[in-house]
């Protein structure tokens, strides 16, 4: 059984850039989340994806955006990237909307300069 | 909405002393609450949970924590820690039933000095 898996681990992107980010949910999940987490901070959740559509939103801007594939990957887009977007970003897979228990991938740093 | 606070931002310890990391909640509706930990450069893995039942909970790695409703708490401790509980903790709250979206807290720093 293979965990969750993200890449890229780091990411260098200048200030108006666009970003995706990817992840690679725990065999036979089929819920996935997004988080931010600030230097410092607990994660913020962004938004969650269950059979590929999105199934709850935190309170960020339109230009994050996700997609979930049908074998339950899951891309996070950014978009027009703000020197607040710097942050590590955790996905976390699940065996459904309800199930409590998350599993969380090691995370892709992002920097924007 | 839920949130939580984590009192203390960094508890500094010595290796084989006990150790409570605080972590109070709000909620106007009934909750679950999880404990994770975070190690340096790595994802969140679950310590423990409460859904329901007892309220005193056990986790992994020797750590346990109870649930007060009347105090809108859930503590964690651990008896004797160890070198290697370095890390940083997180508690999160979701709300009970629908879909899990937890809300974390800023995190505890646990430092366990030799």
């Known amino acids: 059984e293979t965990g969750v898996t993200q890449s890229p681990t780091h990411l260098i992107k200048t200030r108006g850039q666009q970003v995706t980010l990817r992840c690679s949910s725990q065999s036979g999940h089929n819920t996935v989340s997004w988080y931010q987490q600030a230097l410092g901070q607990g994660p913020q959740f962004i938004f969650q994806y269950y059979r590929e559509e999105e199934n709850g939103r935190g309170n960020f801007p339109p230009r994050f955006s996700g997609l979930q594939f049908p074998n339950y990957s899951s891309e996070l887009n950014v978009n027009a990237l703000e020197l607040d977007d710097s942050a590590l970003y955790l996905c976390a897979s699940s065996g459904g909307q309800y199930t409590d228990t998350q599993y969380f991938g090691p995370g892709t740093r992002l920097t924007v300069l | 909405a839920q949130s939580v606070t984590q009192l203390d931002s960094q508890v500094p310890v010595f290796e084989e002393a006990p150790v409570e990391l605080r972590c109070n909640y709000s909620?106007?509706?009934?909750?679950?609450l999880f404990w994770y930990v975070q190690y340096p450069n790595q994802g969140l893995q679950l310590l423990l949970k409460y859904l329901s039942g007892s309220t005193l909970v056990k986790g992994i790695n020797g750590f346990e924590a109870e649930f007060n409703k009347s105090q809108t708490s859930f503590h964690l401790r651990k008896p004797s820690v160890h070198i290697s509980d370095t890390a940083e903790y997180f508690c999160a709250v979701s709300r009970s039933g629908g879909s899990y979206i937890p809300t974390f807290g800023r995190g505890t720093s646990l430092i366990v000095h030799p």
């Open positions: 909620s106007s509706v009934s909750v679950y």
